[in-house]
């Protein structure tokens, strides 16, 4: 049976990342038959680090591909263009990999964005519908235009960007507790067969239930969360805590497990 191993938000060479080398995933990826990188695994955000970001992510799918493993690269906001993916199926479409940013309306709430790519998503499913493939294309579609700099003549004034401090770390809080839910009713409607859901996006790690439903999120590689993946293999999920030594990541103690069928 197939190994995969499942993880998000390695924003490659992004200043508050640790992570600068795709060497640190090497030891963690081998020994899997599949990699699916769960968006925001290059950061495209930022001119300063965008080549180098996407030159360790390719080399990171280059050392899977040369060990026989192959790599679902899904996109996320701060990447949403890096593939033709926004998701991946598993085990008849009972458990659903996504980053997650389609659960909140605006994508990042506590990004000054948030409001005009809102617009822009809903815009995007006047015209084009509001289904599954709908709205991960109109996710796409607004956080393409957040990184390419369409909202730049927006921007807030600095001494107005640093008032906005103090509402942002409310909304971030707000969508950590908020986040559980969102995904879970944006499945009810949009993806009804996922009982069990793999995000990331917010940073925030954590294991959830919600309407029958689990709703996982792997964390971010550097504060304020700490690292998870998660492995799928004959049928079963189980979600680790990811550690690191001399700078080389591996599967670390056991946070949940469960079996799909």
């Known amino acids: ?13 992004r200043s508050r990342s640790p992570n600068k080398s795709a060497k640190a995933f090497y030891d963690l990826v081998n020994g899997f ?10 950061e495209e955000h930022s001119l300063l680090t ?10 990171l799918i280059s050392f899977a591909s040369k060990e026989g493993i192959q790599t679902s690269l ?23 990999v996504f980053h997650g940013h389609a659960a909140f309306p605006g994508i990042a709430p506590w990004n000054w964005r948030s409001k005009y790519m809102r617009k822009s998503r809903e815009e995007f499913l006047s015209v084009n519908g509001n289904g599954f493939d709908e709205q991960l294309n109109a ?18 004034s600095l001494p107005h960007m640093l008032m906005l401090g103090m509402p942002a770390v409310f909304h971030i809080l707000n969508s950590w507790r908020s986040y559980p839910k969102l995904v879970s009713d944006w499945a009810d409607k949009y993806a009804p067969s996922a009982r069990y859901i793999v995000t990331g996006h917010t940073h925030h790690a954590g294991i959830w239930e919600r309407n029958n439903r689990v709703i996982i999120n ?9 690292p998870r993946a998660v492995v799928l293999e004959n049928n079963t999920i189980t979600v680790h805590r990811l550690t690191s030594l001399n700078g080389n990541y591996s599967l670390g103690r056991v946070c949940a497990s469960w079996n799909v069928r």
């Open 1 to 13: 049976m197939s190994k995969t191993l499942i993880l998000s938000d390695i924003h490659f060479c």
């Open 33 to 42: 038959d599949a990699l699916v990188l769960n968006g925001d695994t290059t």
């Open 50 to 59: 965008l080549e180098s970001s996407k030159e360790q992510t390719d080399a």
């Open 74 to 96: 899904i996109c996320g906001n701060h990447d949403p263009v890096t593939s033709d993916i926004d998701h991946v199926w598993f085990c008849d479409e009972s458990v659903l």
């Open 139 to 156: 996710v796409r579609q607004a956080s393409f235009e957040a990184v390419s700099g369409k909202f730049k003549d927006h921007r807030p």
């Open 218 to 226: 792997t964390g971010y590689f550097g504060f304020p969360s700490h």
